[in-house]
């Protein structure tokens, strides 16, 4: 049947409709990825690694799993704590008030809580911290609202303790016949509830009402 339209038009408005029907495809595609990548979230993740930044990989495969749930981390070595503690000092100040949260594994947990200290100087809150088996811990500060610790008494972990004016929420778990020091950063199940503690960390959005302290000395704890 005839069209009306010379061939050459014919061809040029069906290679239009070609490319109108690939952009749109395009844009499906595009559009279905992103509404199954995660989300951002709020927050920043600081994970320490312990002695020689070699022994302590397990907190490189936390910041990967983080990451992937749409949370900002990244995994560096302990002896950064006090440079690291003026560089969020700094972004504090200019506005940038995300929560903080920190975590480590042996000398770098050790370190958290001395970067929490430096922080509580300021005045900057820490929204929680996760340890794996601290060495020799110091108190933990008042700015801090909640710390979860992981550790093995019968090796070189230590329970953390609450400084005089703390008045968040503190766990020791004690993870003995379960994993030993050089493995409990790697631990899959802790994994989970450190990601799990993050993921309610950076999804508060009420205000902080204070309440007492509350200290548990617990063997093992799902985190809620």
């Given amino acids: ?54 022994f302590s990989l397990g907190m490189d495969d936390l910041a990967a799993k983080l990451q992937k749930v749409g949370v900002k981390a990244e995994a560096v070595s302990y002896t950064s704590w006090s440079s690291l503690a003026d560089s969020i000092t700094a972004d504090f100040r200019a506005g940038k008030r995300e929560p903080i949260i920190l975590m480590g594994h042996s000398y770098g947990a050790d370190t958290t809580i001395s970067l929490a200290r430096k922080l509580n100087q300021n005045r900057i809150p820490v929204a929680l911290i996760v340890n794996f088996d601290p060495t020799e811990p110091d108190q933990v500060p008042p700015n801090v609202r909640r710390i979860i610790n992981f550790y093995v008494p019968t090796d070189w972990g230590r329970p953390v303790e609450p400084g005089k004016k703390f008045r968040g929420r503190l766990s020791n778990l004690d993870e003995s016949g379960k994993h030993d020091h050089f493995e409990i950063d790697k631990a899959d199940e802790l994994h989970r509830k450190a990601i799990a503690a993050v993921l309610q960390a950076v999804g508060r959005g009420a205000p902080r009402v204070k309440r007492p302290a509350q200290h ?4 093992e704890a799902p985190v809620q």
Avoid: C, D, K, W
Wanted: proline share 9%.
């Fill in 216 to 219: 548990e000395q617990i063997s």
């Fill in 1 to 54: 049947m005839p069209t009306g339209f010379p061939p050459a038009l014919l061809a040029l408005r069906a290679g239009i409709v070609g490319l109108v029907l690939f952009a749109l495809g395009g844009f499906l595609t595009t559009s279905a990825l992103a509404r199954t990548a995660a989300p951002h979230r709020p927050g920043h993740v600081y994970l320490m690694r312990g002695l020689f930044n070699v």
